[in-house]
Each structure stands twice: as C-alpha cells, then as structure tokens.
C-alpha cells in the first residue's frame, strides 16, 4: 500500500515539475544555445545510474505532457525540441541516464530536424526514423578510455 502510495506521489510530482519545465523552456531557450540551455537542466548527479527509468517517472511525464496538450489560455510551444527537453531534465533529475539527440535529413531538397531521448541507445516514449542522421548529443559520449571533464573520471 505505501508503495503504491509512494509511486502515485512521484507521479504527481513529475508531471508537475514537466509543466512546470514546459512552461519555462521558451525563456530558457531564447538564446539559441542548446547545450548552455541544456547544461543548465542536467542536475549536477556523480553518476546516472544506467537501465530504464522507474514507472511512476514514465506515468508522471505521460501525465504532464497530456496535461501541457490541454493549456489552451497558455502558448506552450509543443515541438519534439521542448517535449525532449523536458523529457531530458525529469529523467536525469530521476537518475536516469538519458541523452538527448538531434537528427536531421535531407528530403526532396528540404531539411528536416528531430529531436529526442534515448536510454541505452533506445528512444524514449517515441519510434524514431532511423533516416535521421545524428548531428547533436547531450552528454556526448566519451571516447573509450577518455575522462568526464565533469567528475574527473
């Protein structure tokens, strides 16, 4: 019972932190610098611990995103950019370790972007067109034996 008790209130709690994210992603975007803007979401944890996130963190961000689709009095921008993001922050916040990644192609002469998370190299909550070529990842991968500039390791 308590630890149903326990998931519902992590629901909650991650579906409000996301709107609350969502709703200020705009200003914290608006100098067009992804990774200061995306440094400044990334918790200073030593370590994200790797696997899938718990279910009550996937049911609080399933929750807040349904939530944000109905803020009709509220202009909240609802592209793959600000979903990712905010997808991002929660689940590194839950000790997740995710990334977030940017893909672009080229079709019948226009560009088109996609962003999204991925855990362990599987997208997160979204099928991803693997015609998308990779241009962008937050954190980026080391190269084997490299150190972290953040934990020194």
């Not at 370590?47 to 009095?73: K, S, W, Y």
């Not at 950019?81 to 080229?106: D, H, K, P, Q, T």
Request: hydrophobic share 45%; charged share 20%; with cysteine.
């Amino acid at each position: 019972m308590l630890a149903r008790l326990g998931d519902l209130v992590t629901t909650v709690i991650v579906a409000s932190r996301l709107t609350s994210l969502r709703l200020r992603l705009p200003a914290l975007l608006a100098d067009g610098s992804l990774p200061v803007a995306l440094s400044q979401l990334d918790p200073l944890r030593p370590r994200a611990r790797p696997g899938a996130p718990p279910v009550a963190v996937v049911r609080g961000i399933r929750l807040g995103e349904a939530f944000v689709r109905r803020l009709h009095r509220v202009h909240v921008p609802d592209t793959c950019l600000y979903r990712s993001c905010a997808r991002y922050a929660l689940l590194r916040e839950n000790g997740v370790a995710a990334e977030i990644v940017l893909g672009v192609r080229g079709q019948q002469g226009n560009i088109e972007a996609h962003a999204w998370v991925e855990i362990e190299g599987t997208a997160f909550l979204e099928v991803v067109d693997h015609a998308l070529v990779e241009n962008f990842r937050h954190p980026p991968r080391l190269a084997p034996g490299a150190r972290s500039p953040r934990s020194g390791r």
